[in-house]
């Protein structure tokens, strides 16, 4: 069964930084490719950042230099380090691995941008 546990969420003054940590089990990250998702309530879901499974980043234009994401095998975990962090990043933040068969989702790590 696979299970993806996020953590590394919560408040954070603006300008300040944030590292998400989304550990699977049930499941080896380094086959699929991986995503980092967010959502605010009301709204859609959307994609921040991306990472094949050969290790090719992708990012969307509006946290491209700001945003990382990185895989580390021998931990399992895909991470999102996030700098410079903006009060319009605010949102519940969902790691996905995107095997053949379907997608799989963590429950999500909220991100508050505030002073």
């Known amino acids: 069964q696979v299970h993806l546990v996020e953590s590394g969420g919560g408040l954070v003054q603006p300008g300040g930084s944030l590292r998400l940590s989304c550990a699977a089990s049930?499941?080896?990250?380094?086959?699929?490719?991986l995503g980092w998702y967010r959502q605010a309530t009301g709204k859609q879901r959307e994609r921040v950042a991306h990472?094949?499974?050969?290790?090719?980043?992708n990012y969307a234009d509006c946290v491209k230099g700001r945003f990382t994401i990185s895989r580390d095998n021998t931990k399992n975990t895909v991470y999102l380090h996030m700098i410079s962090l903006r009060p319009e990043d605010t949102d519940v933040y969902y790691c996905d691995v995107q095997s053949a068969m379907k997608d799989y989702w963590g429950q999500g790590t909220q991100v508050t941008v505030s002073s």
């Open positions: 049930g499941i080896w990250l380094s086959l699929y490719p």
């Open positions: 990472l094949t499974s050969s290790g090719s980043p």
